[in-house]
């Protein structure tokens, strides 16, 4: 059964999944070129990290876009025909889901690989300076985490019925008006600045976000 | 006006008004002279400073320390988390700098206005007589911690500002900065462009020692930077004292790639310091954290000694025990682990599930 | 089990309205049912509720043992199931249509759904969504008969199709229940082809199940009969008065249901007569039936 929702899964969303990851593999050595033509000349330390310091929010960028875009065509697909086709098939619900879940965040995994193979080769062509290194690695897997945590959030919205995914955006819209207001009206900015340190640092939601997505640091 | 300008200014008013030669002993009492009105004239701008901000508003008093704010400003209870600060920040100097880090907060004079601007009307907290006129934003409700954070900072400024070598050191650094300041200071030492910064930071203690001391006019370049550094030092040093002509055509020429230009430009720049106050107001502090309760006692008494000899003397230490504990320390701060993203991936992996679960709630056409 | 589907006081509403309303339906083992009704009388939500895609606001439903939808899922193991609308992925092939559908059931037949694709004509490699309406039910009833279900549910699997193709697909049909004695529920609202196949009639309109019988009753049971001297219908009148018309003074036309012969002597007891009987098609009975069901006057028909 998984092996059939994967392939439908892959079905639709290769060409996606293929332009992701060629964009993934090839950002990171743009920003080498960038670099290359140093104004310091020669790769220093400074320029090496300043060029590659916009690496990481741009990566960011596109974790959140794969994992929008991993759930989007599924979606459609399924939503075309009213999800009459996987309400029919003799499995709960939530197995389907489950599955349906598990199959695009496998195919997450491959812009991270390119991203890496990207990084790796970046950093063989690059002369680092003695004082910092790359990690090439721990930018995939945060990549990943990223995406996935954006699939995730994304993928719960969309498979919510309509009137319950409403409810829940409408619950953080007004959650978010009330706490503003509250920081307005009594000046207890602390409030607002500690729901927002709580979802930006661990263990919350957003926290992967704000770590460091550095390909080369000290 | 800084304070140093003004008094530069009346030493060369004094000596514009000598009617006669005057001797080193007499031009010394003149100079302390001016320093005194200098001082009087300082005071008495804090004092208008402190009338056209508070007006006849009382304030509170808290032991030796009195903070000035408008009424309409702060609540009473905001007032109370105030005071509670600043018994809280001085407490802390206690504990970890003894009497000597105590009495540098003790005598503060401190004002509390509210910024009118921005939706949130946050208020600020400054030292009404620094001559850094320092200012932290203080959320509502007053949280005692951040006032004693801002006692503790502006205690450090205090330090700076009685030792004059440290001034020249450490400028008015924070004197406490936590770790994510030191992957900030590991970073910034990684990616200096002297080369000395660049050894320290690869762990040549003798190269931090270098860093260490700031660039003066008469410091050899070669201490600080290598060849390759010197388009880097051209493109960032302060305009010398030649035609523009000459400066511009040279500089020019060096930023263009030509090395020769470089190297001859150097030698008449003054550059910028390519290691800046933070880091070294992070060694201080690492001294004064090694020195325990007599480190800021020590400091003090060593304050003509040059300053890493005083921090080192502050710390109970030698100098590169000193800096190899500051370096590990720094270095700690961004040292990675195969265990670092444990907690991110297991994290990630639980909200994923929680996520998945909202989605398998049962649905129907 | 003798009933494959049981489904008792089922009530269900999309808005404040109840669409659904105290429904009560029963198919026997072996059956084909026939589930008659017009547009919008609630047929195709009847199917979804009873496949555990809707969810009842009252009553119970009961399919292959398996209470819905709370085990549907177990349920649909053994159904084969094609809806009103294409509902397969688009952007599959057949071939793979075939190969998605077949990882979820078991028992899939592949000769089976291999021998069906040649007999349809369908080509392994043509895309789902460039099939032409009729290729698209023929491919649904593919599935749908390859998983050697014991009840095949078909709502309009028919509706659209052009002859050639209609009798191609009832042919299959009908085949694989000679050879299965699987049940079939097929919704329908082309009454002469239920008459061909049906063995069970269940008629729907406004919400509400108007008539459940079998075939052979539906066909030869309602009469039209010319009735003069009309006497009063009361309870105790041996069959349903479905309508009544006057035609003359003296005549009255009446549409009736469960009729035998032996009720000319109600009428000659009291004092009225027939003079004739008319049988009525299917599409006719269903129509008086319908009648039947909206005008109030007349006498409760289930």
């Known amino acids: 059964m998984f092996g059939q929702i994967l392939y439908t899964q892959v079905k639709w969303s290769r060409t996606a999944v293929a332009i992701l990851s060629i964009v993934t593999f090839a950002t990171p050595a743009l920003f080498w070129r960038m670099v290359h033509e140093g104004f310091f000349g020669q790769n220093s330390a400074m320029e090496v990290m300043n060029g590659f310091e916009a690496l990481g929010p741009m990566l960011v960028a596109f974790a959140v876009f794969a994992g929008l875009l991993l759930v989007a065509q599924p979606w459609a697909v399924d939503s075309a025909a009213r999800h009459v086709y996987p309400l029919a098939l003799p499995l709960p619900w939530r197995k389907y889901v489950a599955m349906r879940f598990g199959a695009g965040a496998l195919l997450l995994v491959i812009p991270a690989i390119t991203l890496w193979l990207g990084s790796l080769l970046v950093l063989a062509l690059i002369e680092i300076p003695a004082t910092l290194r790359g990690y090439p690695g721990t930018l995939a897997l945060r990549y990943l985490l990223g995406s996935l945590l954006a699939y995730s959030a994304v993928f719960a919205l969309q498979y919510l019925s309509g009137r319950r995914a409403a409810h829940l955006l409408l619950g953080i819209l007004i959650g978010l008006v009330v706490v503003a207001l509250a920081a307005e009206f009594s000046g207890n900015t602390a409030l607002l600045y500690s729901v927002v340190n709580r979802l930006i640092h661990w263990p919350g939601p957003l926290a992967v976000f704000g770590d460091s997505w550095m390909l080369i640091d000290v | 006006m800084s304070d140093r300008s003004a008094l530069l200014g009346l030493l060369f008013a004094v000596a514009a008004t000598a009617t006669r030669a005057q001797s080193v002993d007499e031009l010394r009492a003149e100079l302390q002279r001016a320093e005194s009105r200098l001082g009087i004239a300082v005071a008495r701008q804090a004092q208008l400073r402190e009338t056209r901000l508070f007006g006849s508003d009382a304030g509170l008093r808290s032991g030796g320390r009195r903070v000035r704010y408008r009424t309409a400003d702060l609540s009473p209870r905001d007032s109370a988390a105030l005071s509670r600060g600043l018994e809280l920040g001085v407490t802390r100097l206690r504990e970890w700098y003894g009497d000597a880090g105590a009495s540098l907060a003790d005598t503060a004079s401190l004002g509390v206005t509210s910024e009118r601007r921005g939706a949130f009307r946050p208020l600020v907290i400054f030292s009404i007589a620094s001559p850094n006129f320092t200012r932290v934003r203080l959320s509502r409700p007053v949280d005692e911690e951040e006032v004693a954070r801002f006692v503790i900072h502006e205690a450090g400024d205090r330090l700076s500002a009685r030792t004059p070598t440290l001034r020249r050191f450490a400028g008015y650094s924070a004197m406490l900065p936590g770790p994510r300041e030191d992957a900030e200071i590991a970073r910034r030492l990684a990616t200096s462009w002297a080369a000395a910064g660049r050894r320290c930071a690869a762990g040549a203690i003798g190269a931090c020692a270098t860093v260490a001391e700031p660039i003066g006019p008469d410091s050899p370049l070669d201490l600080y930077f290598e060849p390759s550094d010197f388009r880097a030092v051209v493109a960032s040093a302060n305009r010398p004292a030649i035609a523009d002509s000459v400066f511009y055509a040279s500089r020019r020429r060096c930023l263009a790639g030509a090395d020769t230009a470089c190297a001859r430009l150097v030698r008449i720049l003054d550059p910028a310091d390519p290691i800046g106050d933070h880091i070294r107001g992070s060694i201080l502090t690492h001294a004064l954290a090694l020195g325990g309760r007599d480190g800021i006692a020590r400091l003090l008494a060593a304050r003509d000694t040059v300053p890493l000899a005083a921090l080192a003397r502050a710390a109970g230490t030698s100098e590169d025990a000193l800096l190899s504990s500051w370096h590990t320390k720094i270095y700690a701060a961004v040292r990675r682990g195969p265990f670092d993203l444990v907690v991110p991936f297991l994290t990630t992996f639980g909200w994923a599930a929680l996520l998945l679960a909202v989605a398998t709630r049962r649905r129907y056409l | ?302």
């Open chain 3, 1 to 302: 089990m003798t009933d494959v589907i049981r489904i008792r006081d089922l009530a269900w509403r999309a808005g404040r309205e109840f669409a659904i309303r105290e429904l009560a339906m029963t198919v026997p083992t072996g059956a084909i049912y026939g589930f008659l009704g017009p547009n919008g009388s609630g047929k195709t939500t009847t199917i979804r509720l009873m496949l555990g895609m809707l969810p009842a606001e009252d009553g119970t439903i009961e399919v292959l043992g398996h209470s819905v939808p709370r085990y549907a899922h177990r349920a649909l193991e053994r159904i084969g199931y094609v809806p009103e609308r294409l509902h397969l992925y688009q952007g599959l092939t057949v071939d793979e249509s075939i190969r998605f559908h077949r990882a979820f059931y078991k028992d899939f037949d592949d000769a089976e759904a291999e021998r069906l694709r040649k007999r349809f004509a369908l080509r392994e490699d043509q895309l789902v969504q460039r099939l032409s309406k009729g290729e698209a039910g023929k491919l649904m009833m593919l599935l749908a008969l390859s998983q050697r279900a014991e009840l095949l549910v078909l709502d309009e699997p028919t509706d659209g199709l052009d002859p050639v193709i209609r009798r191609e697909v009832l042919g299959a049909l009908v085949e694989y229940v000679d050879s299965r004695k699987a049940t079939v529920f097929i919704s329908s609202h082309l009454v002469h082809e239920q008459e061909r196949i049906c063995d069970w009639v269940g008629v729907m309109d406004g919400g509400r199940l108007i008539a459940e019988l079998p075939m052979q009753e539906f066909r030869s049971g309602i009469k039209r009969l010319r009735v003069s001297q009309a006497p009063p219908v009361g309870d105790a009148t041996p069959f349903a008065l479905l309508s009544r018309e006057s035609l003359n003074a003296q005549h009255e036309e009446w549409v009736v249901r469960g009729w035998q012969p032996e009720m000319r002597e109600w009428f000659q007891r009291a004092g009225a007569d027939v003079r004739e009987i008319q049988d009525l098609d299917l599409e006719e009975s269903f129509v008086e039936l319908l009648r039947g069901a909206r005008t109030p006057s007349t006498t409760e028909i289930r």
